[in-house]
């Protein structure tokens, strides 16, 4: 089967802080990845990257169905096929859900009537009907605003839908529900990374493949074992079983005089 | 013409009713006490003023009015049209609220002026020259179901002009009424309009302006509205036009259970200033206000909000909030937001949010993140920005060419690549 994703090699610093370091991940088109890792290992850091958030030092590469996303803009990779589901998803104003979608559509190239017709059926699929005249993710629950997120990917159809964190702030019924759409969604068209911490999402629906990590850099790669070792043990037990030192950073060794220039006395 | 001094005041003032005359006559002492603002006082703090009455004059016979605007246009029924050109009226038509001008009304039946004259130049300068104005009464228990629209116009190049009107609603009735302000392209003047709003025990008004002048002209407007007993006003002021906009906004909250509904939006561009000075104050008990103001700013326009929450003493469970938004869409673009509460009561629930700034990378990168262009994702945040106003505006019909226009200055400065 041919690669949805292929990332190879991914470095990544903010303000020369080393967040990712050597990452690579391939994704064949079909197939439903997870990453599941610790708080603080750089998992949303990696979603943000492939997507073209601004702000980060980059080497290594990325690419969509053969085509290379690091030399594109934001938007030229969600045209391309690419979807992020974010884990926390911006509140915008005033701009309703509807409308945002039928513009996405149009920049998509996807024709208005079907598009109209897809935002019917998800939005009745999600329970995203009272909310579709509304701002987008305006005063909505956690919950509602990973629906909405899922929402969009089923309108948009995405080649490569990275999910962060869909699972968190849901309780156990929205989970389900959620998962069992991404397994439906499952198609030879779409591959699909889901980033979580958590292995309960994983009792809903079962990835191809799980690749843990830990400090920026894949760790260990495998099938469901992986994740029931993880639920039983934890990431300490991996991190023992591996070998894995756990570094307590408490950022560059500072100086006595350091805490007299940076002491802000202004305040 | 009459230039504005005492030895044409006579001209001013000979064909208005005596009381009328004589108010004139003591504004006019006032009026040629006061200097004019230099722009150093603290009510007209961040705006430049530079329009000396030296260089202007008042006009006897009204020029032309104006060809049909863009926002009329879009109004699909009207309880009446009042015109009134360079201070005069012109045209009273209305199918339900009674309307009187100021020649009607033999004695002095209410006070005309609603602003403190004595420190202010301009007001002084209506209170001294305003010789035309609309009255219009809706009587108790009268409800109007579409608006009265009255077009407020200035046409003659150094002409400076008080347009007049007030309204008055009854116990129980229900009122609607628009104003649109305009000019003539590239035409100087100066217009201080003056609204007077009473509504009394349990009446309820909604009452709209448009201010769409010509950009070489100079708006400043003295609104006032009182509120009775359990009486209802909601107010849409929209601020498009004008080289200086000004509205000079008083909300007095006097019944118990009276509450007020501010929203408003404004767009500048070129080199605008658009100036809001707001003062809401509630006296009675059980009172409650709400002011909304959204504004852009692109090129090197100044936008100026100053809001005032007051609440009186005896004002107990008072319940109000203002929210003012700035977007700076340019380098020199400036927008300065000034929210104040003053609070001397103990029972009350108040505040204020403000912001200032450019669009949100955040939002921006939301919306690309989806496959919209940069540029596409700034438009749809403009017109989310001033859709939650437009959703709220009192009158009805108006929400399409209001927002057209914001949506059209800001697509066009886009594409002069004038937006930072």
Request: aromatic residues 6%.
């Given at each position: 089967m041919s690669t949805a994703l292929l990332v190879s090699d991914l470095s990544v610093a903010i303000d020369n802080k080393q967040i990712l370091d050597g990452f690579s991940l391939e994704?064949?088109?079909?197939?439903?990845?997870?990453?599941?890792?610790?708080?603080?290992?750089?998992?949303?850091?990696?979603?943000?990257?492939?997507?073209?958030?601004?702000?980060?030092?980059?080497?290594?590469?990325?690419?969509?169905?053969?085509?290379?996303?690091?030399?594109?803009?934001?938007?030229?990779?969600?045209?391309?096929?690419?979807?992020?589901?974010?884990?926390?998803?911006?509140?915008?104003?005033?701009?309703?859900?509807?409308?945002?979608?039928?513009?996405?559509?149009?920049?998509?190239?996807?024709?208005?009537?079907?598009?109209?017709?897809?935002?019917?059926?998800?939005?009745?699929?999600?329970?995203?009907?009272?909310?579709?005249?509304?701002?987008?993710?305006?005063?909505?629950?956690?919950?509602?605003?990973?629906?909405?997120?899922?929402?969009?990917?089923?309108?948009?159809?995405?080649?490569?839908?990275?999910?962060?964190?869909?699972?968190?702030?849901?309780?156990?019924?929205?989970?389900?529900?959620?998962?069992?759409?991404?397994?439906?969604?499952?198609?030879?068209?779409?591959?699909?990374?889901?980033?979580?911490?958590?292995?309960?999402?994983?009792?809903?629906?079962?990835?191809?493949?799980?690749h843990v990590m830990i400090d920026g850099r894949i760790v260990d790669r495998g099938g469901s074992e992986l994740a029931d070792e993880l639920e039983s043990d934890g990431y300490e037990g991996l991190r023992k079983r591996l070998g894995i030192e756990k570094v307590v950073d408490d950022g560059p060794m500072r100086k006595p005089a350091d805490f007299f220039t940076d002491t802000p006395f202004d305040v | 013409m009459t230039a504005f001094d005492a030895a044409n005041h006579a001209n001013s003032k000979s064909n208005v009713p005596s009381w009328r005359a004589s108010q004139m006559d003591s504004a006019l002492e006032v009026f040629e006490s006061l200097d004019e603002p230099t722009g150093s006082e603290e009510d007209w703090r961040y705006v430049d003023y530079d329009l000396p009455f030296a260089g202007l004059a008042q006009i006897e016979d009204p020029g032309e009015p104006l060809s049909d605007g863009p926002f009329l246009a879009s109004l699909t029924n009207n309880s009446g049209h009042v015109l009134i050109v360079d201070g005069q009226v012109l045209e009273v038509n209305s199918s339900s609220a009674s309307i009187s001008t100021l020649r009607d009304l033999e004695s002095d039946e209410r006070e005309f002026s609603v602003v403190a004259v004595d420190h202010n130049k301009l007001a002084a300068a209506h209170g001294a020259f305003a010789n035309d104005a609309v009255f219009v009464d809706v009587v108790s228990n009268q409800v109007m179901d579409a608006p009265l629209v009255i077009e407020v116009q200035g046409v003659t190049p150094g002409s400076a002009s008080f347009p007049h009107i007030s309204v008055a609603v009854g116990e129980n009735a229900e009122a609607q009424v628009l104003v649109v302000y305009r000019s003539a392209d590239g035409v100087e003047l100066l217009m201080v309009p003056e609204i007077d709003l009473q509504v009394v025990d349990g009446g309820r008004l909604r009452f709209m302006s448009v201010q769409n002048l010509d950009h070489a002209a100079t708006n400043v407007v003295h609104e006032r509205m009182t509120l009775g007993r359990d009486a209802t006003g909601r107010l849409g002021e929209v601020g498009l036009g004008a080289k200086l906009g000004r509205l000079d906004l008083g909300v007095s909250l006097e019944g118990d259970g009276a509450s007020s509904e501010l929203v408003g939006l404004y767009f500048g561009e070129g080199s605008q200033t658009l100036d809001y000075r707001i003062v809401i104050n509630h006296s009675g008990r059980n009172t409650s206000s709400d002011v909304f103001l959204k504004g852009a700013v692109e090129d090197d326009a100044q936008s100026v909000f100053t809001g005032l929450l007051r609440i009186e003493k005896d004002a107990r469970r008072t319940s109000t909030f203002e929210t003012n938004r700035n977007l700076v869409l340019s380098e020199n673009g400036k927008a300065h937001s000034v929210p104040n509460l003053e609070i001397l009561c103990d029972d009350v629930i108040c505040g204020h949010a403000s912001s200032v700034g450019p669009l949100q990378d955040d939002d921006l990168y939301y919306l690309q993140s989806r496959g919209l262009s940069k540029e596409r994702s700034e438009r749809l945040l403009i017109k989310g920005f001033f859709q939650e106003v437009i959703d709220r505006l009192p009158i009805e019909g108006l929400e399409a060419p209001v927002s057209e226009e914001v949506f059209r200055r800001f697509v066009q400065a886009q594409k002069e690549g004038r937006v930072a």
């Open positions: 994704v064949p088109f079909g197939e439903i990845h997870a990453i599941m890792g610790p708080n603080g290992s750089g998992k949303s850091t990696f979603c943000h990257v492939l997507t073209g958030k601004s702000g980060y030092q980059v080497r290594g590469s990325a690419s969509l169905a053969g085509d290379d996303l690091f030399s594109l803009d934001v938007d030229e990779r969600a045209r391309l096929g690419l979807l992020l589901s974010f884990q926390y998803p911006t509140q915008v104003a005033g701009v309703r859900l509807r409308e945002f979608m039928m513009e996405a559509a149009e920049e998509k190239g996807i024709d208005a009537a079907e598009a109209a017709a897809r935002i019917e059926t998800e939005s009745e699929r999600f329970g995203m009907v009272p909310f579709l005249d509304r701002s987008v993710n305006g005063d909505l629950s956690g919950g509602e605003k990973k629906r909405s997120e899922i929402f969009q990917m089923a309108v948009l159809r995405p080649k490569v839908a990275l999910l962060d964190e869909v699972d968190s702030g849901l309780d156990i019924d929205a989970v389900k529900q959620v998962s069992e759409a991404v397994e439906e969604m499952r198609s030879p068209e779409l591959g699909v990374v889901m980033i979580t911490h958590y292995s309960r999402i994983l009792r809903y629906l079962s990835p191809d493949r799980i | -």
